[in-house]
């Protein structure tokens, strides 16, 4: 590594005791030394300072070294300057030495430092550079080079005769040379200049400029590394080598107010557990205001909708990205009742545009409750969201037969990097108060009011209003107030993190009618908060905010009131609000939580006025030296400039009240504090100061005129000056920080810019170009650290300070890491990937540069007249801001900056938005008070400063008002303008007249006028005489002003029509410098011009400033008018005398007095010759209302042209019958510089007139140069090509055609392996075994899926494809799957290929060598991605092996492209090429999107440019026809017919049509004057319709070649809509070589699905193209080989027929030589294979935005061939119709709900429901089992569910009308699942919803065996278990669980259900009927339930009896028992006595 290392050892000699620091200074890069404390006469500092560098030393350069005396509390004061030239170091390598400083006046003092200086080079030695790598130059007068870059585009220059007393300057950077523009980077100068005084030397430029500005050219094949060598290669006021003079900016136009077309489109495809009990649940979704329902589907938990919504909008970006997207899940809603609100979901369209592609797909919201944000999870809602701009294009991925994404957690519709379960969180928005607010009402109002009430109230009722996430909060309005005080916060509750991204604070006024915004402020959560590891959460001050917006004085209609509703940029400054913000992460299990989402606003303490930074007095100074351009209009009146700061400086509508607080000493400063500041300071700082009055606006200056469109301000050499006092916090570190990532941030977007340059200028080594700009990146990137580590522990910051520095600092630590890494990385293979990645450093720059917390408001340049405000210019206040650190500096502070003044508003847009209203040259400078002596520094040199009138004794710190320049230069300037290409077209021709305005100064001349060309080539010369500059010599040289040239186009009557504007800096030739290389005379270069915010075309030009040598008597005059003042003598070097180079005179007599471009400059001409193809014109629109009747086609470049043949009648045959012609031209050797080819075309009308159609311009030639074959290669990738893509014919070989990107399935061999000769043996074989790896690969792969299908179980492999069953839908099912294989294994490649490279930078960083990379696996990267990336890997694995149906090893596929045929094979341009013509003028929207309506017609033909002479071996060619050129071998371009067969497949995604939100889709067909309408078979209410139709129709090319396919809308009454068309044009696809006409399929059959559908089999095409491309073949072997120009392929030779029988023939060999068709050398090409396409589908009224897509394929047959056979039949397969028997046999565990009346004892009356998804209303219930006591239910009864279902898209198709109304049914298509549920029967009540389950009959887990089995388990595995499908099992019996939820939301078994599943056919149905229920036939038996279960409402006494013998058994049996005793004791009392009486009476008797 080459370093350059300084050993500071002392300074000696020093007066005065006191701190020492010491500041060294290299190419840029300051190193401070440490603080040498009490020192006396001899500091010892010691201390070692290393600047590595990339390039080497050169003895020019410069070392600097100042020494300080350091004050911590003021700044430091310079005790002297040490600088060195190190010509000896870079010789000698090692310099000790001792040497005095000298002070600001360039007197040496006594003050030494002793140094020691070495050198490390690369290789080590250091000596004297010779051997030729300078070029050799003539010697200057002062010894210094200049030198240029040989391989780069670019010269430098250094230094003239240096005056005396400027001896020590450094080597002077200067202009270099630019290559041709990309203006992204516009850099003029980002160099700061020397902080001391403006007398003071100029320093050397700053840090990470330097080593390319100063690098003097050097060879590239040299020892030097060349990396950091910067290629101008933007334009010449790029780059920046400017001191002095910063960049101006070239877009004018704001583009942000502009409203943009938006579609946003929804589909809602399903939910699932949704909590709550047999709910109905509707989808509410909501974009901003707008509401759309799907529709209600009945008690479910997971209904299925499918429902498509499109939301249009026409706003600007920045509203549509903050509005709101609103998911919302509502329970019953009905037409009377809003229901309830189940759960939400909130982002907002920002978060889904920054998605990649602009959407989410088949994600899953996550449903939560706002009313209560203690639940969880309230279910999940599938969904897909895409937002689609102007212009954009979505890739949708490919819809088919979509398996669920059941993995809930793994899809979630969140951003990546945001966690599955976010937070409830608080946001904390407090506001406490705000300043400056603007009246907001008249003064009269204020006079009535005064009248009334006697007093003066302030004229505004403030209130703030806080945004966020669709929720709106509001403070309370503080009354007649210009500085409320709130002190208020506003709450919201949100998730966390928001998927908001921004809050939006808008200041508003309370007014009765309606209130108005005053100031708007958005807070980007993003910029405030950081998500990483050590991240912290978003907060935010307390903090100023600043508001802009509309002026301030008050009106009742505000013509900008947009602007304070944050819309567009402000044009003035508004108010300022103090807020800041928090969030709080909450614990939502805590009790006392609110669990309301509502907005709260509360009360809060005041804060001290010191919260927010300490008070300062900031010094504003401003300097006009120049004001040019004023618009015209304004120019009669006199104009002032007024800056403003806040409401500083604000004359007219300013501040409200005199912030006199701010004017008195803040009370912490006592007054003794202020007289020791006094003391302190030096005299400059003197307490004068207080009494400064503020100057703040130019004196009123009437202008003169410029030309007759411009007035300049006659400024001469007296520039008006202002200045003005402002007092704010002084928080300037915040601006510092963002200041330095600017800078680094600038400084590589210029170096990315050059490598873009490098690369696209195709020049040598981009790789090295893009080490040094990471070189520089690193280096920046570590000296911010070391900067800013100076402030991280400052107090007084706020949280967010911190925060951010550290993690600021983080950030640049990594990037500086990774930029090193990536260093070493760049080779010349991977410059193009490793600039993308440097890409998004940069964004993160300047996202990280952006400070979210202001401090000093933005500055205001307006330009007054009358009193009124005309146009302004804003400039951010750090651009300006001062720092003694170089780095922390604003970009434009002590700088000439050229600013461009433009129209407030609205009345910026458009044409009034490109005018200049004023170019000012402005010098700005903006610091804090104590540090105002340096605010002259930048100055350019050689001024006296004029005070104001008053000044009393004293006052020499007063700044001027006026600084008068008394040194000033004479030039001439010349612009040799050459030519402009690509303009824009301005007139109704569709061409232009332009002319080219050249503003210098308050100069102007114009170029002439050239009427009607995009592409004029002035090659004009305009000399500018006496251009007077005022200021030294030696910096005018370093910074000229810049050159403005405007285009504009001339009009007959009228303005001239501004075309467009650029930006150029002339290279300067002092007159004592020599004319000659390297840097004279200038070379010619693009500049981008630009039109509002778009680019206009591009300007070649070149400008040279030449200094014109005094007399010597005005020399003497001079030097006696400035005897007093300090300047360097001026003084007139050895060729002082010398006359300018001459000027050539005007050579063509036909142009006057105009001069040309001199020979020098103008480019070197070789001869060319250009070969025209004219083929035909196509699609001429009428022109003045006559149809194009004989169209003639005039070609021209550089003057010359050729014309075509009349076509004679253009409506019987639009083609030529001349087909080539050619032309000879000179043209530049750059192939750069060629200028455009104009293609016009003319209609012949009678008597000789001629009507312009249209015209088009080719800009670059580039692609259709003939390079000539290379005979000394023999690889075919080396010979003869057009670089259209025309193959030319040679002896020799010639490269295969370059396949198009095509993820074809077929085994592709490398090109060049294959030369066989069939005599010999070897190569034979060596031939055989490749052939043989393209069968094994595909027998390796057939054994692959046997064993796959082994694995899968026999239940699978039974199942065998009938070929009867396969039809053309299988095929193309099937290879939709293949397709999405493709693209998961892309994406899963690519990922991986991305995580591998972020491991090797990671382990480069850690030092681990990449081989250990594989031992260490993943495990260096973060696990969090790591983690996802494994489980997205399995899962793609998982979903690859349940899709992989056994069918796919069998089926034949075809190619499905998801985009348009055309994009995939180049156009079908391969020969012959469509320019579209335009006419009429411009669009002047955005990129010109409005180029389509301009189109006229189109012109088919091509071209061909080579070098003369050309070699003969061409022209010696076998067969070469001279009069066809290069154009051999093209068809005949007569009229032929065709038969055009077009195959609709199906459409996806259409834009729906009908207030229902769906549409009722037909096709219309259109090709020439037929036209197809199919509107009888419209599809009724479908978004996604199924055509599946072919249409014939005869066409004659070229007349009828522009298919158009339309999708339109029926209406039952009115006119059928416009969905969307596609058009393709056939001629291109009819001719191409890629042989479009009919797809070749991968097989060959001669019956079945895949039946070959050309009319000619694959021999005769194979035949024919060998015969058209002169090769020699096909030679059919034995073995299945067949040769064909020296290639051999190899296939099956036997082909079975319907019968079965087989039969040998050629036609599979054949085919498999057309699959590789591109292998074959010289003539091959990718061959189209059988497909179906997906093409866009637009509608005019919306353009750019697709309105769906539809999936098609065109046949053609040319009429002269045999007939093709019957179209193929793609007819929608209709869905077989099926039934469902489900048999309940029993229940188990059902719970228990009710209780008994008597006996309070549960039980259950259980029945069980079932359906179909989709037909609720056919459910079906069992009887009922009553009073279930233990859960236990038995039913036997059989649920008959008949259903339509399509077997390919695993859906069931249902037909049901939508409402009573609709017109026809409705086709619905869902998934196949059955729902059962469990109820409780209710008598009285409804009844009670128990539990359910729901079975996806594709997957479905299977029963368990018995009830204790069957477990919960079986649905929350749901995915782990093995899954069965009812439609290969037919028949399924077990037990399965019905769950529900309970309070807590969790998951809870409810029963389990018996059932057995069996699927029938409709045939089997009828064969077999069954019963419903238990009834016949085929009845099931009765249940065997227990006799208590009974209806107690049908027997109640049985029941009774039942229920009371239950419960009182025992009691009853007692009861009994003791009746019985009672019943026999009576018996026996009653008995008793007449037996005794009857035993004793007859005993006795």
């Known amino acids: 590594m080459m370093a350059l290392v300084v050993h500071l050892k002392t300074a000696a000699h020093l007066r005065g005791k006191g701190d020492r620091i010491a500041k060294v200074t290299f190419r840029g890069l300051s190193f401070y030394s440490r603080v040498a404390e009490n020192c006396d006469a001899v500091a010892h500092f010691n201390e070692i300072f290393r600047w590595p560098i990339a390039s080497r030393l050169d003895g020019n350069e410069m070392l600097e070294i100042q020494v300080y005396n350091f004050s911590k509390v003021f700044s430091n004061r310079l005790v002297g300057t040490f600088c060195m030239v190190l010509q000896k170091v870079a010789e000698e390598g090692h310099l000790e030495l001792t040497d005095t400083l000298i002070d600001d006046n360039n007197t040496s003092i006594k003050t030494s430092v002793t140094i020691e200086i070495k050198y490390q080079s690369m290789d080590g030695a250091v000596g004297v550079w010779s051997d030729g790598e300078f070029l050799d130059v003539p010697d200057d007068r002062d010894g210094m080079f200049a030198f240029e870059t040989e391989s780069l585009l670019s010269s430098q220059s250094h230094g003239s005769g240096t005056p005396p007393g400027r001896t020590l300057q450094g080597s002077i950077p200067t202009f270099r040379k630019a290559g041709k523009g990309v203006f992204s980077a516009m850099k003029l100068g980002k160099i700061k200049s020397s902080k001391d005084d403006h007398k003071k030397l100029a320093e050397e430029p700053a840090v990470l400029e330097m080593e390319d500005l100063d690098r003097k050219a050097m060879r590239l094949a040299g020892t030097v590394d060349p990396d950091t060598i910067s290629l101008a290669s933007v334009t010449a006021v790029t780059t920046n080598v400017s001191n002095k003079r910063s960049k101006p900016d070239i877009k004018m136009e704001p583009s942000s107010g502009r409203p943009v077309d938006y579609q946003i489109s929804i589909t809602v495809i399903e939910a699932r557990q949704l909590i709550g009990l047999n709910m109905d649940p509707v989808v509410c979704v909501e974009v901003g205001d707008e509401k759309k329902y799907t529709s209600m589907k009945e008690s479910t938990n997971c209904p299925y909708y499918n429902d498509y919504f499109v939301f249009d909008f026409h706003v600007p970006p920045d509203v549509m990205f903050d509005k709101i997207i609103k998911i919302s899940v509502i329970h019953s809603k009905n037409l009377l009742r809003s229901g309830t609100l189940v759960g939400n979901f909130k982002m907002d369209v920002g978060t889904v545009y920054s998605q990649p592609e602009h959407q989410f797909y088949h994600k899953w919201a996550i449903m939560s409750d706002p009313d209560d944000i203690t639940a969880g999870c309230k279910g999940y809602v599938k969904c897909d969201i895409a937002v689609v701009g102007k212009g954009d294009n979505i890739k949708t991925p490919h819809k088919a037969n979509e398996t669920d994404e059941d993995d809930l957690e793994g899809n979630l519709l969140l951003p990546e990097g945001i966690p599955a379960e976010r937070q409830w969180a608080r946001f904390y928005v407090k506001i406490y108060r705000a300043e400056g607010l603007p009246k907001m009402n008249t003064n009269i109002m204020a006079n009535v009011k005064k009248a009334f009430i006697g007093e003066n109230r302030d004229l505004v009722d403030p209130y703030v209003q806080v945004q966020f996430a669709g929720q709106k909060g509001k403070t309370s309005v503080q009354k007649s107030s210009y500085e409320p005080i709130w002190n208020e916060q506003v709450v919201f509750t949100e998730l966390f993190p928001p998927l908001c991204k921004r809050l939006k604070v808008q200041i508003r006024d309370s007014d009765k009618v309606n209130d108005v915004a005053i100031g708007t402020h958005f807070v980007d959560l993003r910029k405030i908060s950081n998500e990483g590891d050590k991240g912290f959460l978003p907060t935010m001050g307390p903090a100023w905010v600043n508001m ?1124 020699d073949g096909p030679h059919y072997g034995p073995g299945g080989k067949v040769k064909v120009a020296n290639r051999i392929f190899q296939g099956p030779t036997e082909i079975e027929d319907e019968n079965g029988l087989k039969k040998q023939t050629e036609e599979h060999l054949a085919l498999a030589v057309l699959n590789h068709w591109e292998e074959i050398p010289r003539v091959g090409w990718k061959l189209v294979p059988e497909h179906v396409e997906t093409r866009p589908l637009l509608n005019p009224d919306k353009p750019g935005i697709e309105q769906g897509r539809i999936e098609m394929w065109v046949d053609m047959f040319p009429m002269t061939m045999p007939a093709p056979g019957p179209a193929l039949d793609i007819s929608p397969r209709k869905p077989k119709r099926y039934e469902l028997r489900v048999i309940i046999w029993n229940t188990d565990e059902v719970i228990l709900e009710d209780d008994d009346y008597f006996t309070g004892e549960k039980s259950s009356d259980i029945f069980v429901r079932g359906w179909l998804k989709g037909q609720q209303e056919d459910k079906q219930d069992t009887d009922v089992h009553y009073h279930s006591l233990t859960g236990e239910g038995n039913f036997n009864w059989r649920f008959v569910f008949p259903f339509d279902y399509l077997m390919a898209e695993e859906k069931i198709v249902i037909s049901k009308k939508e409402s009573m109304f609709s017109w026809d049914e409705t086709e619905y298509k869902i998934p196949p699942r059955l729902t059962l549920q469990v109820w409780d029967a209710d008598h009285f009540s409804a009844d009670d919803f128990l539990g359910a389950i729901e079975l996806d009959l594709n997957r479905f887990p299977r029963g368990a065996k018995t009830a204790k089995q069957c477990s919960l388990d079986m649905i929350r595995n749901e995915h782990e278990l093995p899954s069965i499908s009812i439609f290969k099992q037919k028949r399924v019996k077990g037990w399965w669980p019905f769950v529900a939820r309970d309070e807590n939301d969790e998951m809870e078994l409810t029963g389990k259900v018996e059932a057995e599943l069996h699927l029938v056919t409709a045939e089997e149905a009828e064969k077999s009927p069954v019963g419903l229920g238990r009834n016949e036939p085929d009845p099931l038996e009765k249940p065997n339930r227990p006799s208590s279960s009974l209806s107690w409402l049908l027997s109640p006494l049985r029941t009774l009896c039942l229920l009371v013998w239950r419960l009182y058994r025992l009691p009853c049996l007692l009861l009994l028992a003791a009746l019985l005793g009672l019943l026999f004791l009576a018996l026996l009392l009653f008995s008793v006595p007449s037996e005794l009486s009857h035993k004793l009476f007859n005993s006795a008797g």
């Open 548 to 1671: 802009y917006g509309s002026t301030r004085q008050y009106t009742l209609m505000d013509e900008h009131q947009d602007l304070n509703e944050g819309l567009g940029e402000g044009v003035s400054f508004r108010a300022r609000l103090l807020i800041s913000m928090a969030v709080e992460i909450l614990d939502t299990t805590s009790p006392e939580l609110m669990s309301s989402t509502e907005v709260q606003v509360e009360g809060v303490s005041n804060i001290s006025e010191s919260a927010t930074g300490k008070m300062d007095e900031f010094f504003l100074f401003g300097s006009f030296l120049e004001a040019t351009m004023i618009d015209r209009k304004i120019g009669d009146k006199p104009i002032s400039f007024e800056i403003t700061i806040g409401n500083y400086g604000n004359q007219i509508d300013g501040v409200s009240k005199p912030p006199s607080a701010k004017k008195k000493k803040k009370d912490g400063e006592s007054e003794e504090e202020e007289n020791e500041l006094i003391q302190n300071s030096s005299e400059d700082e003197a307490d004068e100061d207080a009494d400064l009055v503020s100057v703040s606006s130019t004196p009123p200056m009437r202008p003169v005129i410029t030309d007759r469109n411009y007035f300049h301000l006659p400024y001469f050499d007296k520039k008006p000056c202002v200045y003005i006092k402002s007092w704010w916090q002084d928080q300037r570190r915040r601006l510092y920080n963002s200041n330095m990532m600017d800078k680094i941030a600038d400084k590589l977007e210029e170096g990315l810019n050059d490598v873009q340059e490098i690369m696209k200028t195709e020049k040598a080594f981009p790789e090295r170009r893009l080490r040094g700009v990471l070189e520089e990146l690193g280096v920046g990137c570590s000296r911010f650290v070391i900067l800013a580590n100076k402030d991280v522990n400052q107090a007084g910051r706020t949280k967010l300070d911190r925060e951010r520095l550290k993690s600021c600092m983080r950030e640049m630590d990594s990037m500086g890491q990774q930029a090193k890494q990536l260093r070493t990385q760049v080779k010349k293979n991977t410059v193009r990937d490793k600039l993308k990645l440097v890409q998004n450093f940069l964004q993160k720059l300047r996202f990280l540069a952006d400070e979210p917390q202001h401090s000093i408001p933005d500055v205001f340049v307006w330009m007054m007249s009358n009193n009124k405000r005309i146009a302004y210019s804003r400039i951010p206040s750090k651009d300006i801001l001062y720092s003694i650190v170089d780095e922390e500096t604003g970009k434009d502070c002590c700088k000439v900056k050229g600013v461009f003044l433009k129209l407030p508003g609205k009345k910026g847009f458009g044409p009034a938005g490109w005018t200049v209203q004023a170019k000012l040259e402005l010098y700005l400078w903006l610091g804090i008070n104590k540090q105002r002596k340096d605010f002259l520094s930048g100055l350019p040199n050689g001024f006296e400063e004029i005070k104001a009138a008053k000044t009393g004794p004293g006052l020499q710190s007063v700044p001027p008002v006026s600084l008068v320049y008394n040194m000033k230069q004479v030039f001439q300037l010349r612009a040799h303008m050459y030519q402009a290409r690509s303009l824009f077209a301005a007139d109704n021709s569709g061409l232009s007249d332009p002319f080219a305005r050249v503003f210098f100064s308050t100069h102007s001349q114009v170029t002439e006028v050239l009427s009607e060309t995009l592409c004029p080539t002035w090659d004009q010369l305009l000399v500018f005489d006496d251009v007077e500059l005022f200021g030294e010599a030696s910096e005018l040289r370093d910074d000229p002003p810049i050159i403005v040239v405007e285009l504009f186009d001339q009009d007959t009557v009228g303005k001239a029509e501004f075309i467009g504007r650029t930006f150029a800096k002339p290279t300067i030739k002092m007159c004592e410098e020599y004319y000659g290389p390297p840097r004279f005379p200038p070379q010619l270069e693009y500049y981008q011009i630009y039109r509002g915010n778009c680019t206009a075309g591009e300007l070649l030009a070149a400008f040279e400033l030449l200094q014109i040598p005094f007399d010597p008597e005005v020399i003497r005059r001079a030097l006696i008018a400035v005897h007093n003042f300090a300047v360097p003598q001026i003084k007139v070097g050895q060729g002082g005398k010398a006359d300018l180079p001459p000027l050539e005179g005007s050579t063509d007599s036909e142009r006057g007095t105009i001069l040309p471009v001199p020979l020098g400059i103008r480019p070197i001409l070789s001869r060319y010759r250009i070969e025209v193809l004219f083929w035909g014109l196509r699609d001429l629109k009428r022109i003045n209302l006559a149809h194009v009747d004989r169209p003639r086609v005039d070609i021209e470049c550089a003057g010359r042209g050729v014309q075509s043949v009349l076509i004679q009648n253009y409506k019987k045959n639009p083609n030529f019958s001349i087909l080539v012609k050619w032309f000879e031209v000179d043209l530049p050797e750059n192939e750069l510089l060629h200028p455009p080819l104009n293609i016009r075309v003319v209609d012949c009308r009678a008597f000789g007139r001629y009507i312009l159609v249209g015209s088009h311009a080719v800009s670059s030639l580039r692609r259709f140069i003939y390079s000539a074959p290379d005979k000394t290669s023999n690889n075919w990738a080396s010979a003869a090509k057009l670089m259209n893509g025309y193959m030319v014919l040679t002896n020799g070989g010639c490269q295969p055609r370059s396949s198009p990107s095509l993820s074809s399935r077929t085994l592709s061999r490398p090109a060049g392996d294959f030369m066989v000769n069939m005599d010999s043996e070897h190569s034979i074989r060596k031939m055989d075994t490749v052939v043989k790896l393209d069968a094994t690969e595909e027998e390796s792969d057939k054994d692959k899926k046997k064993k796959k299908k082994k694995k899968k179980g026999g239940m699978e492999e039974e199942e065998e494809t009938n070929e009867r069953v396969l039809d053309w839908w299988s095929k193309y099912f099937a290879s939709i799957e293949t397709l999405k294989e493709s693209l998961r294994a892309q994406e899963v490649a690519q990922a991986e290929a991305e995580e591998r490279e972020d491991l090797e930078i990671a382990a480069e960083a850690a030092d681990i060598r990449p081989d250990d990379l594989i031992l260490k696996g993943f495990k260096t990267k973060d696990k969090s991605r790591e983690k996802r990336f494994f489980k997205d890997k399995k899962k793609g694995q998982a979903a690859e092996h349940s899709e992989r149906r056994p069918v796919k090893a069998k089926v034949d596929e075809l190619m499905v492209y998801n985009k348009e045929l055309e994009t995939e094979y180049g156009n079908f341009a391969d020969w012959l090429h469509t320019f579209n013509l335009y006419r009429g003028k411009a669009g002047d929207d955005d990129e010109h999107a409005q180029d389509d309506d301009r189109i006229v017609g189109r012109f088919k033909g091509s071209l061909c440019m080579y070098k003369l002479p050309l070699s003969e071996e061409i022209t010696r060619e076998a067969g070469f026809d001279p009069n066809m050129g290069m154009f051999q071998s093209i068809p005949h371009n007569d009229p032929i017919n065709v038969l055009v067969r077009v195959y609709v497949v199906r459409a996806t995604d259409l834009h729906p049509a009908d207030i229902n939100g769906k549409a009722d889709p037909y096709i219309v067909i259109k090709l020439g004057k037929s036209e197809v309408k199919d509107k009888e078979n419209y599809i009724s209410k479908q978004l996604n319709p199924v055509f599946g139709k072919s249409f014939d129709i005869e066409a004659t090319f070229p007349m009828e070649s522009m298919l158009s396919v339309s999708v339109y809308d029926w209406d039952l009454v009115g006119t059928d809509d416009l969905i969307g068309e596609t058009k393709i044009d056939l001629e291109n696809r009819f001719y191409s070589k890629y042989r479009a006409t009919c797809g070749i399929s991968s097989k060959y059959s001669v019956h079945g699905y895949n039946i070959w559908r050309d009319p000619m089999k694959p021999s005769q095409i194979l035949a024919k193209l060998c015969k058209d491309g002169k090769i």
